[in-house]
């Protein structure tokens, strides 16, 4: 009786997984789409974030794109376009290299993740999401920074950086969602439909 127990919850374990897989096989064309929204993220990071100053924070439009793919995708993807959009930033910023590929990978990992049990027509899971991951993002990154021999005073970076930061990707996540989703072709309500 135990072991048909353990078999039933294993099965039930088992269709909740596969609720949020992909029901679809990605194509090459979708890849390139994937490989040019990420290009994209970097090239806009490169060039037009420098510019964007609010109350000494500065957008991390690349960590919202990459969260956007993990919560429609699964932690999978997350974690696979995280590492390689993270060694993009690393050579278009000219900053150490893999410390933003690091950062990437857990953020889309643990983004989708989350994603697997959240409603994926709610907006404000992607808002509360942007806003938890660019936080602990930021803090990593602080630590990393600090270990390798950068000093800056504490608070002045949590209330100058990382929540300025954290807000303003949360206020920027409708836009960059919407302009993935629909870049992506709609992928939401697919990586989100059930197997049959």
């Known amino acids: 009786m135990?072991?048909?127990?353990?078999?039933?919850?294993?099965?039930?374990?088992?269709?909740?997984?596969?609720?949020?897989?992909?029901?679809v096989q990605e194509s090459p064309l979708y890849m390139l789409k994937v490989f040019v929204l990420l290009v994209l993220a970097v090239v806009v990071q490169a060039t037009l974030a420098p510019y964007v100053n609010v109350l000494g924070a500065r957008p991390d439009i690349v960590l919202i794109v990459v969260i956007a793919i993990a919560m429609m995708r699964?932690?999978?993807?997350?974690?696979v376009?995280?590492?390689?959009?993270?060694?993009?930033?690393?050579?278009?910023?000219?900053q150490i290299m893999g410390i933003s590929s690091f950062l990437y990978t857990l953020a889309g990992?643990?983004?989708?993740?989350?994603?697997?049990?959240?409603?994926?027509d709610s907006w404000l899971a992607p808002l509360l999401t942007v806003f938890t991951v660019t936080?602990?993002?930021?803090?990593?990154?602080?630590?990393?920074m600090f270990l390798l021999g950068v000093e800056?005073?504490?608070?002045?970076?949590?209330?100058?950086?990382?929540?300025?930061?954290?807000?303003?990707?949360?206020?920027?996540a409708a836009p960059v969602?919407?302009?993935?989703?629909?870049?992506?072709?709609?992928?939401?309500?697919?990586?989100?439909?059930?197997?049959?």
């Open 2 to 23: 135990m072991v048909e127990a353990g078999k039933k919850r294993a099965s039930m374990l088992e269709g909740h997984r596969r609720s949020h897989v992909p029901a």
């Open 74 to 79: 699964g932690p999978i993807w997350g974690a």
């Open 135 to 144: 936080l602990v993002v930021q803090m990593l990154n602080a630590v990393i």
């Open 109 to 120: 990992y643990y983004s989708g993740r989350y994603a697997e049990g959240v409603d994926p």
């Open 177 to 196: 969602f919407v302009v993935c989703r629909w870049w992506m072709g709609g992928e939401k309500q697919r990586a989100f439909s059930v197997e049959p």
């Open 152 to 172: 800056a005073s504490i608070g002045f970076i949590l209330l100058r950086v990382v929540l300025p930061t954290a807000v303003l990707n949360a206020l920027l």
């Open 81 to 94: 376009v995280g590492f390689f959009v993270g060694l993009l930033v690393d050579i278009a910023l000219v």
